[in-house]
């Protein structure tokens, strides 16, 4: 018995060594991890910081001593930074070169630090360097994690900066929280496993006969327990499943045993896990989270652990499936759950074979079950023997490697390995080794866990056993056992807690001791009754704690046997369900009053599964928009409606870091169930409703705001074509000015040169008699004789036709005063309509000819409006044309019996179809749209000539041309 409390004491203080050991790293590791959040949550802000920044104008530049983003005023402007702060919390700041002028960061005194500079590290980094800075830096000296970008003008100039930050202190308020919460947690611990080995001590003490029993009694446990545990061999078949694994797929216990794995988990489920179980069957353990649905249609959120086991010559015989609902659990729980694998470790090394292996090999302390397992005794080895005496020669040359370079490096030699022990008597046992270096020492703590077939059974059992009772006391949840008579034999520190006494005040009671008489003949009816009719038995009940606060419970019991089939017992958990019932009544409040909004909203609104895109609801606005009624809806998806290209656009926009932001589609077509066509916009965003996740999407009818809009943009065109129009008068009116004082210079000097010339050139003849011929700018006199004087008429001739283009464009953009009371030579607009267009001929075809009637009579009506006509139709041949060598065509005439003259201009073009000849005189129709054309030309061409009592006609085919044909009344024409 002293040699049993020695060992107690002595397990103690190694267990005590290697929490401190796991917490200081889990500490590490965790403070790690906050610089590493810190550094993600700059970089998300100074990113939004850049989009706010960006939606104001992407081009920055200082213009009289402030910075501009397009036409955005920066200087002393404090709404970006502001917002930034809203959304993130820190600071943000814009500098125009090294000093603020946008910020939110304070002085001393309470004012915003603008005229302040920048300095340190990122001033360097930003205006010396020329690229951003990411780290710690002092801002008005107080330091901050920060995170500069320089802002840079159009030729890459750095001219100011972007910046976000969290004060130093403020961020680590929370780690140092955390830590002192680790602390405490390990100590806890601490606690629990020094109590679970003095119960462990006690247990040693008790007959063995009592294990099979006590087996017995933990295999229901481990049926009530909330996690699910099977065992698979390497033909993919279930030898083992407790009851929860069997719940979790739908199957009963006898359904399960001997099945294939494919059978019970499904084709699909099976397919997605195949990678980690091929690791876990290659001997390596797994852990990942996942989803799992239900073939209720629910989901949950498992962590799943494959575990290989290894046979005796370390090939893999199978491998242990552990699921634990870790649904409920939040983002801020990774730290606990990473907590929990680090004392996993710890609880993977008790109750097996230990030993600590001094620097030099020597062993110098084991414990009972290593002397069991090496067949040596305690004096033979402590201080003695080094530990590669137990071990084969196949195996130690490698383990020394491990062992070196675990001293040089800790993360440079594996924790965990397999490995061959030699007993005394010679016989070699499969090993699982553990080892650990003893923090602040070169000493490493060894397990030696037995794997051995022939030991299979008897160590699977007291590794369950150990890994159960632990279980039972890390458990939240209260968990009891009575006996048949109703005697409580056992509890966890929950149950404890829960009445407000210790174990050894519970066991060997009933409940007519621990709880009020009435209470006390309720749980007494329901354990005769479980006891009676063995099974599974839940129900619900309130309860107070020993604190005195009334809980709302649920208690799960079951009853076990006895190997012979009787019923020995019963064991039951409690679970709180206050919390949950209270976040259930909130729920349906919250959805409740989510469903009378929804059905209240004026907008259209679908609720769209984010996996399959499928449409779980709509309200009564959507089935007016849509036409189809919500019965109908939920066979479709949106695509079934909504365009699917921009339906797909909208599916693109979700976000995949961040479902808090909203996305949408401002414009998109919808076809309505009668076939009719809107125009919709959505907006969308994901929502999370119990356990799924939903696409909420807003649609909106936008078709007669799109209506509105064009009408708009077309009144707009107008009005600008108006204005282009007047200014292109006003320019030919000030060119035409310009244009006629060189040109009179050009004209009075041709003609003074021509006099110079008449008058030179007898003198020059008889030059060219007495001296013989010479040259003249190169050329001989007796040529440029007759060259200069049509040189001469050149330039004159020049000059005239710059005379009459202004004179015709001048008469073109000048507002004819006498309405439509004047009469027209129609003959000479065409002309002037030539002249104008001269160049534009030229370029476009090289046959334009004119056929004008002779003595054509005159027509009556607006000169300056008849030549914007006809300017116009040969605008549009030229246009048509295909090639310089197609013509246009322009010819007159008249009838007399009538009283109307006649314009035609034909072209070799392209011609028209039918479609396109109907809507010609439309407003704002064109065909050459992309071109830079308005569609207004042959509507006001067309508008004039209905005031002129005239009209307008096209005659056109595709690939033969286009015929206009214009008809004026005569001057004096009475019908």
């Given amino acids: 018995m002293k040699i049993r409390f020695n060992l107690f004491f002595l397990s103690s203080f190694i267990v005590t060594l290697a929490v401190l050991f796991n917490t200081l790293l889990f500490l590490v590791q965790m403070r790690s991890e906050a610089l590493q959040t810190a550094q993600v949550e700059q970089e998300q802000a100074i990113r939004t910081f850049w989009q706010l920044l960006l939606a104001e104008g992407s081009d920055f530049r200082i213009v009289d001593g402030r910075l501009l983003a397009g036409n955005y005023v920066i200087n002393d402007n404090y709404e970006l930074p502001d917002k930034v702060k809203d959304i993130f919390g820190g600071t943000a700041t814009i500098f125009m070169g090294d000093t603020r002028v946008s910020t939110n960061v304070l002085t001393e005194d309470g004012r915003r630090a603008v005229g302040t500079r920048l300095v340190g590290p990122a001033y360097d980094a930003i205006f010396r360097q020329n690229r951003p800075y990411r780290g710690e830096a002092p801002i008005l000296g107080i330091p901050y994690f920060t995170a500069y970008d320089p802002i840079r003008d159009r030729s890459g100039k750095t001219i100011g900066a972007l910046y976000v930050g969290v004060k130093k202190s403020d961020f680590f308020a929370n780690y140092s929280h955390l830590m002192i919460e680790v602390i405490v947690g390990a100590i806890l611990l601490e606690i629990l496993l020094i109590a679970f080995a003095w119960g462990m001590l006690r247990q040693r003490v008790r007959a063995e006969a009592r294990e099979k029993e006590t087996a017995n009694r933990l295999r229901l446990i481990i049926d009530s327990v909330p996690a699910s545990i099977a065992y698979v061999d390497t033909e993919m078949r279930y030898l083992f499943a407790n009851s929860r694994y069997e719940e979790l797929f739908g199957e009963s216990k006898e359904g399960v045993a001997g099945k294939m794995v494919k059978e019970v988990v499904g084709d699909g489920f099976f397919s997605s896990r195949e990678e980690h179980i091929r690791r876990a069957l290659e001997g390596e353990a797994v852990l990942f989270t996942h989803q799992h649905l239900h073939k209720d249609g629910s ?62 090999t020597t062993v110098s302390l084991v414990n009972e079950e290593f002397i069991r397992l090496s067949g040596y005794s305690r004096e033979e080895v402590e201080g003695v023997c080094s530990w590669t005496v137990f071990v084969t020669p196949e195996n130690r040359e490698r383990m020394l490697v491990y062992h070196r370079n675990r ?148 208690f799960n019991k079951a009853a076990f046997f006895s190997e012979d089939g009787h019923v020995e017992g019963l064991v039951g958990v409690i679970l709180d369900v206050t919390e949950h019932k209270r976040a259930e009544d909130a729920l349906r409040e919250s959805e409740d009053r989510f469903h009378r909004i929804f059905s209240q ?51 693109e926009q979700i976000p995949t870091d961040d479902h808090s932001h909203a996305f949408q589609l401002h414009s998109a077509t919808m076809a309505r169930k009668d076939g009719s066509i809107l125009s919709i916009a959505i907006r969308a965003k994901i929502l999370r409703l119990r356990d799924e996740y939903i696409i909420h999407c807003s649609i909106r009818d936008i078709t007669e705001k799109m209506r509105l809009e064009d009408e708009v943009r077309a009144t707009q065109a107008k009005l600008i074509h108006t204005n282009k129009m007047a200014s292109i008068g006003m320019l030919a009116s000030s060119v035409a000015h310009e244009i006629n004082n060189p040109n009179n210079c050009i004209s009075v000097n041709a003609a003074m040169m021509a006099d110079v010339w008449h008058d030179a050139e007898p003198v020059l003849v008889k030059a060219l008699g007495e001296d013989g011929d010479f040259t003249l700018r190169g050329i001989p006199f007796s040529k440029m004789r007759d060259f200069a004087p049509r040189l001469l008429n050149g330039i004159t001739e020049g000059s005239r036709r710059i005379t009459a283009i202004i004179q015709n464009m001048r008469d073109y953009v000048r507002e004819e005063k006498s309405g439509l009371h004047s009469e027209i030579d129609v ?14 001929i030229h370029v476009r075809t090289d046959n334009f000819q004119m056929t004008l009637a002779e003595n054509l009579p005159l027509a009556w009506g607006n000169g300056q409006q008849i030549e914007q006509v006809i300017i116009n139709l040969i605008v549009n041949a030229l246009q048509s044309l295909t090639d310089k060598r197609a013509g246009v065509f322009v010819t007159t005439s008249s009838d007399v019996n009538s009283g109307t003259i006649s314009i035609t201009v034909r072209d070799e073009g392209r011609g028209m179809d039918a479609t396109i000849l109907a809507r010609l005189k439309e407003p704002f129709f064109s065909t050459k749209l992309a071109e830079g054309g308005t569609g207004l030309g042959l509507y006001i061409s067309d508008s004039i000539l209905k005031e002129h009592k005239g009209f307008l006609e096209f005659d056109s085919s595709p690939g033969r041309g286009t015929t206009a044909t214009v008809i004026l009344p005569m001057a004096g024409y009475q019908a």
């Avoid at 893999?316 to 694998?341: C, N």
């Avoid at 003959?827 to 534009?840: E, F, P, Q, T, V």
């Fill in 407 to 554: 001293r040089i490096d800790p993360l440079s030699a594996p924790t965990t390995y397999e490995c061959e022990a030699i007993h005394r008597n010679g016989s070699r046992r499969n090993i699982l080794a553990h080892v650990n270096l003893i923090p602040g020492t070169s000493r490493s703590i060894v397990s030696f866990l037995d794997i051995t077939r022939h030991k299979e059974f008897e160590a699977n059992l007291r590794s369950q056993l150990n890994f159960l009772q632990t279980l039972i006391d890390t458990i939240p949840s209260p968990v009891f056992y009575k006996n048949r008579d109703g005697r409580y034999t056992g509890c966890n520190t929950a149950f404890e807690a829960y009445l407000g006494r210790t174990r050894e005040e519970v066991v060997g009671k009933t409940v007519y001791d621990l709880a009020p008489p009435d209470l006390a003949d309720r749980y007494r009816e329901m354990d005769d009754a479980l006891i009676a009719s063995p099974g599974i038995q839940v129900y619900d009940a309130s309860v107070v704690y020993a604190d005195g606060t009334l809980h709302d419970v649920t």
């Fill in 827 to 840: 003959n000479h607009l065409i002309r002037n309509a030539a002249s104008i267009l001269w160049h534009h």
């Fill in 299 to 360: 989901r949950q959120i498992l962590q799943t652990a494959y575990i290989p086991h290894l046979g005796e010559g370390e090939e893999v015989i199978g491998y242990f499936i552990q699921h634990y609902d870790v649904t409920d659990l939040t983002l801020t729980q990774e730290a606990l759950r990473a907590s929990e694998e680090q004392y996993r470790i710890l609880f993977n090394t008790t109750g097996t074979a230990t030993f600590v292996s001094e620097e030099d």
């Fill in 601 to 651: 909203n004026d907008d259209a609104i679908l609720l769209v599964r984010l996996d399959n895109l499928a449409i779980i609801d709509a309200n009564p606005a959507t089935e007016d928009l849509t036409g189809y009624r919500v019965n109908e809806l939920r066979y479709l998806t949106p695509s079934s409606f909504i365009d699917p290209d921009d339906f797909r656009m909208l599916i």
